[in-house]
C-alpha cells in the first residue's frame, strides 16, 4: 500500500523534469537571440522562410500593362531558366515589332483617340559601356561616316505616323501611333555587336544589345512628355545571315546535352516579348567636335526641327596662357588647369569633365589600351596620337626660294657657261623653305607664302607658275594637285596693279 502510494510522487517528479528542461530550451534560444535582437523578421530571414518566399509570384507578376511589344525573331535556347531572354538578329534585315494595346475598359482613358509617342532605342547592355555610350557611338560614326544605327523601314511598317530620326543620336527613332488602330514597326539595325569589343583578334564573344521602347502621352501643352510604360530585350546582332547560323549552333549543342540539362534551360519560343523597365533617362550633349566626313544632314526618313537637339552651349575654353600648349605640346609639368586648355585646343572638349584632375604626367603615363577604353576606339586613337606628338604626314611638300637681284645675275652667268660645265660653277648656296600643302588648294598655297614670308594673304593677288616660252599660268587647285612631290621653285614677285598687292610667280 505504501509502495503504491509512491507512483504518483514519481509521475510528478517526471513530470516537472520534463517541464523545467523545456523552459531551459526556450529560455536558450531566448539568449541566442538576445532580448533586443529577437523579432518576426529575423525568423522569417531564415533560408527556409526565403526559399518559400522566392516560391511565390511577385506581386506585379499578374499586373496587366498598358502596352505590350512583341518582336518577331525567335529567342535562343542556350540560354538558362533564370536569365533573361536573348535574340540574335541580323545586320540590315528587318523585324517586326508589334505594338498591342493591352488596357482594360476604362483604363487610362485620356489616350482613347489619341496618339501616343514611342522612342524606339539601341543601346548598350553592358553597364561599363553604358558609362561610355557617347564616345562609344563617336568612335562608330567615324568609322562608318553618314551610316545610322537603328532605322526604320517605312514601307513595310503600318501605324506609323510622323517617324522622325535625330542626325546627332544614331541609335534612337521615333513616330507616333494609335493604340486603337493595327500598329507595327519593322527595325534595322546596321551595327553588328563585335564592333564595340576591345580586342579584336578574331573569334571573339560580341557585346549585348538593348531594344528599348519608351511610350509617352500628350501633356497639357501638347507635348508628348507624360511617360506610360517601358520595355526591352536583350539582342546580339550578326553580320548577315549569322544569326541564323548562331541560332542553328545553339539549337544543336542543346540536342547534344542530357534531358537534365536540358530543364535548367529556357525553350527557344518563336518571338520576342518585350519586359517592363525604367524608361531611359534622357542624356543630351553637344557634339562639338564632329567627326570627319559625317554629313549630319543625313537620314533616312523625315527629321523633325529641333528634335532633340538640347539648349546647353557649352562652355568656350579658357584662355591659353602657357606657351608650350600654345605649341600644342603636353609637358610632365604641365597642370590640371593647363591640361584642360590642351584638351579644349585640340578638339578634345568632350573629354575634358573626365580628365578633370588629370595632370600633364597623368595624361603622358595613359597606354594606347587606357585612351582607347576611356574615349572609344576613334577619338582614343586621335588622343593618343596627340599626347605622343605624332605628326601627321602631309599630302604635298614643296620648296620654295625668294628671287633676288643677285640671284638672277648668277643665272645668267650660269645659261653662258653651261655649255662648257654642268651644275653652279660659282658654288652659290641658296636657301628654299619648304611648303606642307593638306588641302592642295590655291588658297591654302596663298596662305602658306604668306605666312612664310610675314605679309598679309591680300598683299598676294594671284600666284602664276612659269610655263614653255616664259608663258604666265594661273595656278589653279587641279595644277596643284598634280605638283610633284618636293618639286624646287624659286619665287619671283611682280607689282600687280594696285599699290598694295603683287603676284607670285613659280619658276
Known amino acids: 500500500m505504501a509502495w503504491a502510494l509512491k507512483l504518483p510522487l514519481a509521475d510528478e517528479v517526471i513530470e516537472s523534469g520534463l517541464v523545467q528542461d ?40 499578374n499586373k496587366i500593362l498598358p502596352f505590350q511589344y512583341v518582336l518577331c525573331a525567335a529567342t535562343s535556347p542556350a540560354v538558362k531558366l533564370h536569365d533573361e531572354t536573348l535574340t540574335y538578329l541580323n545586320q540590315g534585315q528587318s523585324y517586326e515589332i508589334r505594338m498591342l494595346d493591352n488596357r482594360k475598359l476604362g483604363e ?88 564595340f569589343t576591345m580586342r579584336k583578334h578574331g573569334g571573339e564573344k560580341g557585346v549585348p544589345f538593348r531594344v528599348q521602347i519608351d511610350t509617352f502621352k500628350e501633356n497639357e501643352n501638347g507635348e508628348y512628355t507624360e511617360h506610360l510604360h517601358s520595355a526591352s530585350c536583350q539582342i546580339k546582332v550578326f553580320k548577315p545571315k549569322g544569326a541564323d547560323r548562331k541560332q542553328k549552333t545553339d539549337r544543336e549543342k542543346m540536342e547534344k546535352r542530357t534531358p ?41 526618313f523625315s527629321l523633325g526641327e529641333g528634335n532633340g537637339s538640347p539648349n546647353h552651349q557649352p562652355e568656350p575654353p579658357p584662355p591659353v596662357t602657357d606657351v608650350s600648349l600654345k605649341l600644342n605640346n603636353l609637358l610632365p609639368t604641365t597642370t590640371p588647369q593647363e591640361a584642360q586648355q590642351w584638351l579644349h585646343r585640340n578638339r578634345f572638349s568632350t573629354f575634358t569633365r573626365l580628365f578633370t584632375n588629370f595632370s600633364g604626367a597623368d595624361l603622358l603615363k595613359l597606354t594606347r589600351d587606357d585612351v582607347i577604353q576611356i574615349c572609344g576606339p576613334a577619338d582614343g586613337i586621335r588622343l593618343f596620337n596627340a599626347l605622343k606628338g605624332r605628326m601627321v604626314r602631309p599630302r604635298l ?58 605679309i598679309s594673304p591680300r598683299q598676294i593677288s594671284q600666284i602664276y607658275k612659269q610655263g614653255p616660252t616664259g608663258i604666265h599660268v594661273l595656278i589653279s587647285d587641279e595644277m596643284i594637285q598634280n605638283f610633284q612631290e618636293e618639286a624646287c621653285f624659286i619665287l619671283d614677285t611682280m607689282k600687280a596693279e594696285t599699290n598694295d598687292s603683287y603676284h607670285i610667280i613659280l619658276k
Open 22 to 61: 523545456f523552459d531551459a530550451s526556450l529560455s536558450g534560444i531566448g539568449q541566442e537571440l538576445g532580448a533586443g535582437a529577437y523579432s518576426m523578421s529575423d525568423v522569417l530571414a531564415l533560408p527556409i522562410f526565403k526559399q518559400e518566399e522566392s516560391s511565390l509570384p511577385p506581386d506585379n507578376e
Open 108 to 195: 487610362l482613358p485620356e489616350i482613347n483617340g489619341k496618339l501616343v509617342k514611342s522612342i524606339f532605342r539601341v543601346v548598350f547592355h553592358d553597364r561599363r559601356l553604358q558609362y561610355t555610350e557617347h564616345q562609344q557611338l563617336e568612335g562608330w560614326r567615324w568609322n562608318r561616316p553618314g551610316d545610322r544605327i537603328l532605322d526604320i523601314d517605312i514601307p513595310m511598317s503600318v501605324g506609323i505616323i510622323d517617324p522622325r530620326a535625330n542626325p546627332t543620336q544614331l541609335n534612337t527613332v521615333e513616330f507616333l501611333w494609335d493604340p486603337a488602330k493595327r500598329t507595327s514597326v519593322f527595325i534595322q539595325v546596321h551595327c553588328i555587336s563585335t564592333e
Open 260 to 300: 537534365h540539362e536540358k530543364e535548367k534551360y529556357q525553350p527557344s519560343y518563336e518571338t520576342t516579348i518585350l519586359t517592363e523597365c525604367s524608361p531611359w533617362p534622357e542624356i543630351t550633349y553637344v557634339n562639338n567636335s564632329p567627326s570627319p566626313g559625317f554629313n549630319s544632314s543625313h537620314s533616312s
Open 397 to 454: 611638300t614643296i620648296y620654295v626660294c625668294q628671287e633676288s637681284l643677285q640671284l638672277r645675275e648668277q643665272q645668267q652667268q650660269q645659261q653662258q657657261q653651261q655649255k662648257h660645265e654642268d651644275g653652279d660653277s660659282n658654288g652659290t648656296f641658296f636657301v628654299y623653305h619648304a611648303i606642307y600643302l593638306e588641302e592642295l588648294t590655291a588658297v591654302e598655297l596663298t596662305e602658306k607664302i604668306a605666312q612664310l614670308f610675314s
